[in-house]
Nanobody, 125 residues
């Protein structure tokens, strides 16, 4: 069992930056691929970024490429999402998720086993 707790959300002006953190409990964190998803009001949850267990492979949705960076510190059981050049359309609740499979980074939320409670990111234009 893994518990995930996100932090770092808030209100920021367009063009600003935020760094989200996701702290995981459990000794098996380093074996999971991790993902960040987001859900805006009235929209489906969408994949934002993912990172393999070793941290050497990452994947981003096109709309955040070049602006967001996902990273992880397995010694601290934490995954991060650095968000720069934020836009109003980035406004959403951001969730981190853990995937126990060993087959790469999934963009499908249904394939993730554990989820955090979410953190609100609001970008004012």
């Amino acid at each position: 069992q893994v518990q995930l707790v996100e932090s770092g959300g808030g209100l920021v002006q367009a063009g600003g930056s935020l760094r989200l953190s996701c702290a995981a409990s459990g000794r098996t964190f380093s074996s999971y691929a991790m993902g960040w998803f987001r859900q805006a009001p009235g929209k489906e949850r969408e994949f934002v970024a993912g990172i393999m267990s070793s941290g050497d492979i990452t994947l981003y949705t096109d709309s955040v490429k070049g602006r967001f960076t996902i990273s992880r510190d397995n010694a601290r059981n934490t995954v991060y999402l650095q968000m720069n050049s934020l836009k109003a359309e980035d406004t959403a609740v951001y969730y981190c998720a853990a995937d126990r499979r060993l087959f790469g980074i999934s963009q499908n939320a249904n394939e993730y086993d554990y989820w955090g409670q979410g953190t609100q990111v609001t970008v004012s234009s």
